[in-house]
């Protein structure tokens, strides 16, 4: 049974930043590409980064490029995002998920191919 366990939300002041972390158990994680979706209320999932299973590249929304940072540490099972200049447009549940397939060379950012195992993380940005 594949677990996933984020922390690291909360409330944060416009242009702040926070650290979200998400540790996996239950599956091989360096074989898996790790994903961070947030979803805001009345909106659908959206796709944030990704960081590939190979080679630690990583891939960014545009809303979020340059501002946010995904990066994965296998030995600990974990995926990290690390957001700067937070803006108001940033609140949201972020949730980390797995991709569906193990060692795919495309990572891909539609959230059909993933699996969401954990509850996800509020992150709150207001003055």
């Known amino acids: 049974q594949v677990r996933l366990v984020e922390s690291g939300g909360g409330l944060v002041q416009p242009g702040g930043s926070l650290r979200l972390s998400c540790t996996a158990s239950g599956l091989v994680f360096n074989t898996f590409s790790m994903a961070w979706f947030r979803q805001a209320p009345g909106k659908e999932r959206e796709f944030v980064a990704a960081a590939s299973w190979y080679a630690y590249n990583t891939y960014y929304a545009g809303s979020v490029k340059g501002r946010f940072t995904i990066s994965r540490d296998n030995a600990k099972n974990s995926v990290y995002l690390q957001m700067n200049s937070l803006k108001a447009n940033d609140t949201a549940v972020y949730h980390c998920?797995?991709?569906?397939?193990?060692?795919?060379?495309?990572?891909?950012?539609?959230?059909?191919?993933?699996?969401?195992w954990g509850q996800g993380t509020q992150v709150t940005v207001s003055s």
């Open positions: 998920a797995v991709d569906k397939s193990p060692l795919r060379p495309l990572v891909p950012t539609d959230p059909l191919r993933y699996d969401f």
